[in-house]
Each structure stands twice: as structure tokens, then as C-alpha cells.
């Protein structure tokens, strides 16, 4: 079995030990990608996602069997990470260079050049800035489920966002890439 299914979540909440394997073994190369990518440390990143698995099997009980568990789980990964900003626990690696991620051959010609293209985009934001367009760009949340992840309001939510896709848009090194 190597596809997610909710019954993972229903054995595991009757106790079943295989079933704290199997959702491990499912879901831990999808979330340590995830935690990567949103805090560029590998260290960061591995700590994270266990850290995401412990709290996931020790708050079980406040999984409401029905919802889903992909996405109980990623947002304790994203509260997970977010506390790490704020405690600054780790190194920021966030010195990536565009001629770094940039190749010789046009953007639209690889998948590679895209991924470092958008590594590039996210390095330039803080942190914060970085979890908040990760999670309404890729994660498709809505600025209401990202204002209530933060305890923020709406509006902190909609001005990351604008403010955070300004400073990509007018940073030095993207502008003089893409014109």
C-alpha cells in the first residue's frame, strides 16, 4: 500500500499499531518534501517532520474521523514550522543566488528550471512571508484558514500576500531575469 487512504486514519485511532507504520511510510516523504521546501534546512526540516508525526499520534484523539487526515496533518507540519520561526531554532539558508538557479537553457524548456526558478521566488521572502504564499499558492488555503493558522486577522493574511508577491515581482534579480 503506498497511497494514502482515510481508514489509515480510522485504525490508527482504534489503535492499530501497523497503521502508525503504514501512514508513516505514506506520508513522511510528502511532508519532509513540504517542510523543505518552506524552510530550506535540511535539518530544520527532518527535526519538523518528526516532531509533525509525534504530535499527529500523540493528539490523535482531536481528529475528527471524516475530515481529512492529509490535511490535519500538513497543518500541524505548517503550525510545526511556524513556531520554529518564531523561537528562530534554526540556520537560514536562504542564500541562493539567481545565476545559481537559473540554467543557460530558456525557463519553459524544463521542469528542473521552473523548481529552481520558484526556489529562487521563495528565498527572497522572510520565513513567514514564505509558509503564507506556500500555503495560499500551493496549498490553495483561503485567507481565512491562513489568518486562523497564524491568529491573525484576514486582512494580515491578504497584505502578506500582496506585499510578499510586490517584493518578488520588483526584486532586482527576478526584474532583471525576466525582462
Known sequence: MNQWDEDIAIRMKAGERDAFKICYQ?????????LLKISKNEDLAKDLLQDTFIDAFQNLKSYKIGSNFKSWIKRIAFNNFYNAVKRKDYINQNDIEVEDCIQDSPI????LADTQ???LLLSI???TERLIIWLYIVEQYSHQEIATLFDKSISFSKSTVSRSLMRIKTHV???????
Open 26 to 34: 505514506i506520508l513522511s516523504p510528502v511532508l519532509y518534501h513540504l
Open 117 to 119: 526558478l520558484f526556489e
Open 125 to 127: 521572502l522572510n520565513e
Open 108 to 111: 519553459h524548456e524544463s521542469a
Open 173 to 179: 534579480k527576478v526584474k532583471n531575469y525576466a525582462y
